[in-house]
Structure formats: C-alpha cells, structure tokens
C-alpha cells in the first residue's frame, strides 16, 4: 500500500525549517528584496540553528540529509522566502559535484572549509555564449607541471561573489570539446578571478548571481574533482539531484502566495458578500490549491524515486522542477489576480512572490530543456 506518511523524523525537520521561515525569513523578505544584498545574518543563522548543507554526511559537518527530506526544507524554505531560500539551498548545488566526485581528502577539505567559515559556495557552469547548451562551453584548464591554467567567462553564478570558492566547469582539452569537461574547485580570492558583476535583477533580489572572468588562474591538480572528462556526467547528476529542489522552493512560494490570496478574499466584501462566494474567485482558489498538492506529490515522487535508485529518476526530477515551477509562476500570478490592486501592491508580498517564482522556470535548465530530457526519456 503507498504511504505518503512522513516519519516523526521527517516532521520534526520540516516542522523546524518552517518555525525558522516564520521567525528569520519571512520578517526581512521585503528588506533583502529591496537592498537586493545578500543576507549574511541569515545564512549565519541557518548555519547556527542546523539548516544548511543538509545532504552532506554528518561525519563531515552536514545533517546527512535524504533528498527527499532536502525537498521538505526547500519548499520551507520558498514559503519563508525564494531570494533568500535559494542563498541557502544553492550551497548545496555547488557541493554536489564535491558529494559525487571527490576522493575522501577532498571532501573533508573543502566541507571543512565552508562549514568552519559558515559560509557558502558557487556553482559555475554557465556561460555568456553556454547557458542550457553545455556542450558549448568554451572556458579552459590546461594541465601545465602539476598545475592548471583557467582561463575563461562564466556568468549568473548563484552566490558568485560572496562565496568562499567556486565550482568551474571548464574544457581540459579543446581539441576533444565537451568530452573533455573537468570539474575543479576554484578559490574565489585565486589571483586571476575577476568579478565582472553581480546581475540587476526583477526578482529574487536577495540572492546573488555573479558574472566572472577567469585569467590565468592557477588551479592545483588536487583541486580537480574526478578525472579529467568527467565534468559532463557530473553537471548532468548535480541536476538530476538538486532540480527537485527547485520545485519544491516553486512549492513553498506557491503555497505562501495562495494562502495569502485565500485569507484576503475571505475578508474582501464585494456585492455584499465575502468574494470567496463567487465562482470567479473560489474556482480560481480550487485550481491554486489542486496544482499545489499536485506538484507536491510529482516533487515527492521524484526525490522518492533518486533516493531508492529509480532508472526513472532523471526524468521524474525534470518533470518535478518543469510542472513544479510553472504551477508556482501560475498560482502566484492568480493570487496577485485575485488581490486585484492590492496584491500589485507593495503592502502586500504576493507581487514579490510573482517575481520570485519567475526565475525558478529559468536556472538549473530552463523549462523547455526539462521538456527535451522528458522527451528523450519518454522515447528511448
């Protein structure tokens, strides 16, 4: 018998993340958004209170984490705020590859790093001519003595600039394209490591995506993850992965936006009576709340499905972060709809949550790239 049962575990970790959504993050959604600054004292205190870097084993300083219990946190996470939900989750994006590809030293070295100094790394795949198109990355790390020579441009890089060190994906042979794609962990104070800027953004504010340019950086060849060519693979298994938390941020800024919409409505006279009576209003809230549980379930499923070694896990992440992320465009576009002038007002949040829930169909491969690894996996 399926059982979506969450285990007194499982509720006691989601019940926490949600207590500190309510008490930290919710209260400083509207300054982080408007000074559009990282939120430092937040990340600390997520790092204080347990929430950060879940996945990673406990031995090394995370909570040993299941995905599907990172998948409780994030959609806490985007119900207290997306901008600043993705500062804390997009660590967790950049230390996948480490979980994945890197010997025991490496592991214990740069966990340590980033646990000791509380504070987060980045994930640099992207490029101004590469975004869902990896094969058409042209940054370089040519092996020269026991050294590798970076040189190359990556752009929107979630905490880029505030962040202790960066995960490069870059070409290790030119000649061989992406066939050769290495993963290396770059200190983000390596002489040669130029932030260009950090991106002006509609929304998401509070989170940070940088814009780097990499001259003859020196990377030392045991800061490479893996061996040289397997870059590819590993960008492609962080994805398949961390997407599920992005539909669940998508879940919790959904949900955060519904709820808000229903209590206004429940109180907004009109004709005489609440608006929740007319089928206009309360047909639009019946859909919010469908989508939602509906996304939640495919969410679930997916992370279900990588945590106990599905073959169909790849395409059930896609389809959790394409539906997932589009339902939470929709809902939060229906709660502003709903709330009429005062939900496209600043007095409430809802129109931030409009904007948050954008960029959520856009990272980690945008949806029409989720649409092609569905469709390659729905016709093998």
């Keep these: ?43 600390k205190q997520a790092y204080s209170e347990g929430l950060m870097n879940g996945p990673v084993a406990k031995e090394l300083g995370g909570n040993g984490s299941s995905i599907f219990e990172s998948a409780l946190v994030s959609e806490e996470f985007g119900a207290g705020c997306v901008g600043i939900g993705i500062c804390l989750d997009a660590n967790t994006l950049a230390l996948t590859p480490l979980l994945l590809g890197a010997s025991d030293e490496q592991k214990k070295r740069f966990f340590g790093q980033i ?37 190359g441009h990556k752009r929107f890089i979630t905490n880029g600039s505030v962040s202790s060190f960066i995960t490069v994906f870059a070409l290790a042979d ?11 962990v770059v200190p983000t104070n390596a002489p040669g490591v130029k932030v260009v800027a950090d991106m002006s953004k509609m929304g998401q504010r509070a989170s940070v995506q940088t814009e780097f340019i990499f001259e003859d950086v020196e990377i030392p060849v045991e800061n490479r993850i893996g061996a040289e060519g397997q870059g590819f693979l590993l960008a492609m298994k962080t994805f398949e992965r961390t ?5 669940a941020l998508s879940i919790g800024n959904a949900r955060e936006a519904y709820e808000t919409a229903k209590n206004w409505a429940k109180n907004r006279i009109q004709f005489g009576a609440p608006v929740t009576v007319h089928q206009g209003v309360s047909f639009m ?45 929709k809902v939060t576009t229906d709660a502003v709809q709903i709330m009429a002038g005062e939900g496209y007002s600043t007095d409430y949040l809802v129109e931030k949550m409009m904007r948050d829930a954008k960029l959520c169909q856009i990272y980690e491969g945008t949806n029409q790239i989720q649409r092609l690894v569905i469709g390659k996996s729905v016709l093998k």
């Design 243 to 247: 997407r599920t938390g992005v539909a």
């Design 115 to 151: 646990i000791e100094e509380k504070g987060v790394a980045a994930y640099a795949l992207t490029e101004p001519n590469a975004g869902s198109d990896v094969a058409g990355i042209k940054s370089q790390a040519i092996l020269k003595g026991d050294k590798y020579v970076l040189n």
């Design 285 to 329: 809230l019946a859909d919010m709340a469908t989508e939602i549980e509906a996304a939640r379930l495919l969410t679930w499923n997916a992370a279900w499905a990588y945590d106990t070694k599905q073959k169909t896990a790849n395409m059930l992440s896609a389809m959790a972060k394409l539906y997932g992320s589009d339902m939470g465009m």
């Design 1 to 43: 018998m399926v059982d979506f049962t969450l285990e007194k575990s499982q509720i006691e970790l989601q019940e926490k993340t949600r207590d500190f959504a309510n008490r930290v993050m919710k209260p400083n959604a509207r300054k982080y958004d408007g000074l559009a600054e990282f939120p430092w004292d937040i990340v």
């Design 174 to 184: 030119p000649n061989r394209g992406a066939r050769s794609l290495t993963a290396f």
